[in-house]
């Protein structure tokens, strides 16, 4: 069987597209029907290929889907559910910011939700508040780590940094629904995600590659992991870079760090670091003078990234993946927290692009929208929810924000997919020409989205 899109604009003609066994096949007018086809009407839409997201976090996404939102009422939702669970089930919260919620530690946990374990996610992904319960049930007294912080007696704070790999094994595992996050993906046009989670845990993968072999994921996926992940674990998931974290909270020294990128390319991967301020680039980019850079090595984030150390990136060939989406998520907070000699370079894509830098786009959901649309707006207008322009000299085009969810997986911010005979049957069929989604730039134009040459998502299923 195969699937038959018509009346698709491409290349600036109408045309008919058919997919057969994953692949493009014929692409040209009028294309007779088959027996069998699947048939999408595309009405004069733009086809173009699917997007990818180069870095979110599928198994925090439907672990989300079922937490406590953080937003202004957060603490009573919490408070609402502690009266509604049953004794001694968990409640966790995602979202967490200080701006909103005011500063969390085990006592004021506690004292919403008296008795019951509650931990609550930071917006950063970086850290996890726990209740006085929650902290007891899982004994943190008695890891001795630098990630748990203290008070002057030596008693956790209920604050944990960077401990996700600890928590993971021990707090008690949420239902997760891959479906969802899929369809939720599929809405978008999303066809295919590159999962930036840095873990060691063979069994996160093994998750993954099961929810991919049942349908229940229906986009492709290309993990990462840390440099501890057994490398034949679930080898049917594509292998992206070895993810490694340059964490305010526990910055490397730059010898570390460079033994690190080491055995990655002993190993023949290439390594993505994590850096959001800029100690952590300068960290980052000192390691990679001493050890040397591979291409396809790359920067995730890119949360600040000035002329001087732009200059650096582009000299050593490495790619930024950067979440514009934050600017517009989280930029007014930026305002007022970020240094002011750093806030033209926050999230940075038009200057790097200048450069002759690679730039790949993601969301980073589930820390942020999962909506790559907002993503690419974000990306041409730089506005705060204010309304604030946010380093106007960062804006890019439209196409531009679009190209950038574009790349090959292993290539974020390479040449762009095309839609040609032979080429991947991944696609996303828009409602409107092309002229009108650039722009426009919003999900909602999305009509249909095909995953392998199957049709995984129409609009309004």
């Avoid at 707090?171 to 989670?197: H, K, Q």
């Avoid at 993601?362 to 309304?387: H, Q």
């Amino acid at each position: 069987m195969s699937l038959l899109i018509l009346g698709a604009e491409h290349d600036g003609e109408r045309v008919d597209i058919r997919c057969s066994d994953g692949r493009i096949t014929e692409i040209g007018p009028a294309l007779a029907r088959q027996q069998g086809d699947e048939v999408v009407e595309a009405h004069g839409g733009a086809v173009l290929p699917g997007l990818h997201d180069h870095h979110l976090h599928l198994l925090a996404m439907a672990a989300a889907a079922t937490s406590v939102v953080m937003t202004a009422d957060g603490m009573d939702e919490i408070a609402r559910r502690h009266r509604a669970s049953p004794v001694g089930q968990w409640i966790r919260a995602v979202g967490y910011h200080e701006s909103i919620s005011g500063v969390l530690d085990r006592q004021r946990l506690e004292a919403v939700a008296p008795g019951r374990p509650v931990r609550v996610q930071h917006r950063s992904g970086a850290m996890w508040v726990l209740s006085s319960t929650a902290l007891e049930q899982l004994a943190v007294h008695e890891l001795h780590d630098r990630g748990v912080e203290r008070d002057e007696s030596g008693e956790p704070t209920g604050r944990l940094y960077g401990l996700d790999w600890w928590l993971r094994g021990r707090a008690p595992r949420v239902p997760l629904d891959l479906g969802a996050v899929s369809r939720e993906l599929s809405a978008y046009g999303v066809t295919g995600v590159t999962d930036a989670t840095p873990t060691d845990d063979g069994e996160d993968l093994r998750v993954l590659a099961a929810a991919r072999r049942s349908g229940e994921l229906r986009q492709r996926v290309m993990v990462t992991g840390g440099l501890g992940l057994d490398p034949a674990s679930e080898s049917t998931l594509p292998r992206g870079p070895v993810k490694l974290m340059v964490a305010d909270h526990r910055l490397p020294d730059v010898a570390q760090l460079a033994a690190h990128i080491a055995r990655a390319h002993e190993a023949g991967r290439n390594v993505a670091l994590h850096c959001v301020s800029r100690v952590a680039l300068v960290i980052a980019l000192a390691a990679w003078q001493e050890v040397g850079p591979w291409i396809g090595d790359r920067i995730e984030h890119g949360g600040v990234i000035p002329p001087e150390q732009a200059e650096m990136v582009a000299r050593f060939g490495l790619t930024v993946v950067t979440q514009p989406n934050f600017v517009a998520e989280r930029g007014d907070q930026y305002r007022r927290d970020v240094e002011p000699q750093d806030q033209p370079y926050l999230y940075p894509c038009g200057s790097l692009l200048e450069r002759g830098i690679a730039v790949g786009a993601s969301t980073d959901a589930p820390y942020g929208s999962a909506d790559p649309w907002k993503a690419m707006t974000a990306a041409v207008s730089r506005a705060t929810a204010s309304g604030h322009v946010l380093g106007p000299a960062e804006r890019v085009e439209a196409s531009q924000a679009l190209a950038m969810f574009l790349g090959p997986p292993d290539r974020p911010g390479g040449r762009v997919r095309r839609v040609e005979v032979g080429a991947a049957a991944d696609l996303c069929v828009m409602a409107r020409p092309w002229r009108d989604v650039v722009a426009e730039l919003d999900a909602g134009l999305v009509s249909a989205t095909v995953v392998d040459g199957r049709l995984v998502g129409v609009r309004g299923v």
